[in-house]
C-alpha cells in the first residue's frame, strides 16, 4: 500500500506563503493531488498534477495563487501557496490516484489513499 506522509502547514498572516510536500511512499500515483477541508465544511479540491505528464489543474478559485509541481526524482507532490488568506484556513491532504479526472477532483475513486493531512491557518 502506497503511503502518502504531508508536511510544510503552519501559521502565517494574511499575505504570506507556505510551501506544502506530500512525499509518496514507495511510489507515486499517476495522479497526486491536494485537497482541503476547514472546520465545519465540506473536502474541497484544490490542485493536480499528472505524475507522467506534468499537466496540472485547478480549482477555479486558486486564481493563480497556488501552483502544484512535483520532484520524481524524490516521489514528492509540492504546492506553493502565495497571497494567503484567512478562507485558505484548513487542513491540507495529499491524495493519489490512477487518473487525473473529474471523478479525481471530485474525491471519488481515492480512497484510502490519502495522507493524514497537515494544517493551514492564515491570520488576519
Known amino acids: 500500500q502506497v503511503q502518502l506522509v504531508e508536511s510544510g502547514g503552519g501559521s502565517v498572516q494574511a499575505g504570506g506563503s507556505l510551501r506544502l510536500s506530500c512525499v509518496a511512499s514507495?511510489?507515486?500515483?499517476?495522479?497526486m493531488g491536494w485537497f482541503r477541508q476547514a472546520p465545519g465544511k465540506e473536502r474541497e479540491y484544490v490542485a493536480a498534477?499528472?505524475?507522467?505528464?506534468?499537466?496540472?489543474w485547478y480549482a477555479d478559485w486558486v486564481r493563480g495563487r497556488f501552483t502544484i509541481s512535483q520532484d520524481s526524482a524524490k516521489n514528492t507532490v509540492y504546492l506553493q501557496m502565495n497571497t494567503l488568506k484567512p478562507e485558505d484556513t484548513a487542513m491540507y491532504y495529499c491524495?493519489?490516484?490512477?487518473?487525473?479526472?473529474?471523478?479525481?477532483?471530485?474525491?471519488?475513486?481515492?480512497?484510502?489513499?490519502w495522507g493524514q493531512g497537515t494544517q493551514v491557518a492564515v491570520s488576519s
Open positions: 491524495a493519489g490516484g490512477p487518473r487525473c479526472s473529474s471523478r479525481f477532483f471530485a474525491g471519488e475513486g481515492i480512497s484510502p489513499n
Open positions: 498534477i499528472s505524475t507522467r505528464g506534468g499537466s496540472t
Open positions: 514507495p511510489y507515486m500515483f499517476n495522479c
